[in-house]
């Protein structure tokens, strides 16, 4: 007696996010049966992630404690994003605790020069922060480099101020680098910031479109 055999296709997109949801039920169940005290990464067990969407506001502040203020008045209007990833903030190390309502810090980067301005930091919202660890700043560039564990996978968040300086292309090809080294087995990575990548050719060009 022959069976039937069932035609196996392309799954749609619906069921392949159940598929994935289900998995990390049971990998979550796993993790949270493990004896207290116990390192779920030393075991080989990520974290458990139900962040099913996420918001990420992105603002070039050009001083963080001159604006700080606007800034509250900003997140309140879009309903206080997930992240909040600021660039050209000024600060350095005089100001060692830089503070947002509802907010934690993640991760940070000043420019750590003799030249003023520069810098980055970004924020998370302090129900999300349990899903998100900082891995690492750029060695050469205003750049960090964040995880989110989502529901579906975890997901590398970039944010990164480049100055506008023609011919600097040092923080570019390290971004190769930074994605080989953070972007392993990622659902996805995001990547936010100003790079000041403006050409004049770019912008003669843009003037001369009449509409």
């Not at 005290?37 to 030393?42: A, L, R, T």
């Not at 800034?71 to 350095?92: A, M, N, Q, R």
């Not at 990548?197 to 912008?203: D, E, G, I």
């Amino acid at each position: 007696m022959h069976g039937r055999l069932r035609r196996r296709g392309p799954r749609s997109a619906e069921a392949i996010i159940r598929r994935a949801r289900g998995s990390q039920s049971e990998s979550a169940s796993v993790t949270t049966s493990l004896p207290h005290g116990d390192d779920p990464c030393k075991s080989g067990l990520m974290p458990p992630s139900v962040i099913d969407k996420f918001t990420i506001l992105h603002h070039n502040i050009r001083g963080f404690l001159s604006h700080r203020d606007e800034l509250e008045i900003l997140l309140y209007k879009y309903e206080y994003p997930s992240f909040v990833g600021l660039v050209e903030t000024f600060l350095d190390d005089s100001i060692q605790a830089p503070a947002l309502t509802n907010y934690e810090l993640l991760a940070r980067k000043d420019r750590g020069c003799l030249r003023q301005k520069g810098g980055v930091i970004l924020f998370v919202r302090k129900d999300v922060a349990k899903y998100a660890v900082q891995l690492g700043n750029s060695e050469c560039a205003e750049r960090v480099w964040v995880l989110l564990h989502s529901d579906l996978g975890p997901i590398l968040i970039g944010l990164w101020y480049r100055p506008p300086c023609y011919g600097e292309v040092g923080s570019i090809q390290s971004l190769d680098a930074e994605l080989l080294k953070h972007g392993n087995n990622v659902l996805g990575t995001i990547l936010c910031g100003d790079m000041n990548v403006h050409h004049s050719m770019w912008l003669q060009f843009s003037h001369n479109i009449t509409p």
